[in-house]
């Protein structure tokens, strides 16, 4: 069974920084396909980013060049590095895993399997 458990949320100012930590269970972000979805009140989960292995990395349109995605396979944990951060960005970050590749809709909340509980981030204007 595979946790995930965020952390580093927060509330912070339109153009500000935060950084997502997202620790998974042993081995975990070694192989699995690791992704940040977010919901904001009275909308869909939306997929943010994603990561498999140590170099394939995709992110949604919306937070290209704004968002990074990391990871220590060693502590088994996912980072995404938030900066410029604007109102919209306001939700809930969950950190999600599906086992092995996803090649396609590898943003798409139906692909993963576990989820974490989420971690609020909050962007004031």
């Known amino acids: 069974q595979v946790q995930l458990v965020e952390s580093g949320g927060g509330s912070v100012q339109a153009g500000g920084s935060l950084r997502l930590s997202c620790a998974a269970s042993?081995?975990?972000?070694?192989?699995?396909?690791m992704g940040w979805f977010r919901q904001a009140p009275g909308k869909k989960r939306e997929g943010v980013a994603s990561?498999?292995?140590?170099?394939?990395?995709r992110y949604a349109n919306s937070v290209k060049g704004r968002f990074t995605l990391s990871k220590d396979n060693a502590k088994s944990t996912l980072y995404l590095q938030m900066n410029s951060l604007k109102p919209e960005d306001t939700a809930m970050y969950y950190c999600?895993?599906?086992?092995?590749?996803?090649?396609?809709?590898?943003?798409?909340?139906?692909?993963?399997?576990?989820w974490g509980q989420g971690t609020q981030v909050t962007v004031s204007s």
């Open positions: 990561m498999y292995g140590d170099i394939i990395t």
């Open positions: 999600a895993a599906a086992q092995g590749f996803i090649s396609d809709g590898y943003l798409t909340e139906a692909k993963y399997n576990y």
């Open positions: 042993r081995y975990t972000t070694t192989y699995y396909t």
